[in-house]
Nanobody
């Protein structure tokens, strides 16, 4: 079994910062990409940032230049540093990882339960 556990969400003021962490644990052979998605009330879940096992990153236009994704491969952990937060960043943030559980298995997507980020104006 595989678990993704997020931490670091909470309340921040506009212009402030928060750092999210997500640790993957369990039966893991290798991890391809890790990333963060978010879902605001009434909206669909959207990609925020993603990082490959080679360290290549991709960001949503709305967060580029403000958010930074990084990864500790040895710890199976991904981070999201969020700076210059805006009220429109308010959402539930979900961790995602593309994981292969054994040499014989295929990669599959796993999700965390989400962590709330609220930015006050």
């Amino acid at each position: 079994q595989v678990q993704l556990v997020e931490s670091g969400g909470g309340l921040a003021e506009s212009g402030g910062s928060l750092r999210l962490s997500c640790a993957a644990s369990g039966s893991i052979f290798s991890i391809n990409t890790m990333g963060w998605y978010r879902q605001a009330p009434g909206n669909e879940r959207e990609l925020v940032a993603i990082i490959s096992d080679a360290g290549n990153t991709n960001y949503a236009a709305a967060v580029k230049g403000r958010f930074s994704i990084s990864r500790d491969i040895a710890k199976n952990t991904v981070y999201l540093q969020m700076n210059s937060l805006k009220p429109e960043d308010t959402a539930i943030y979900y961790c995602n990882a593309n994981i292969r559980r054994s040499l014989m298995s295929r990669y599959a997507d796993y999700w965390g339960r989400g962590t709330q980020v609220t930015v006050s104006s």
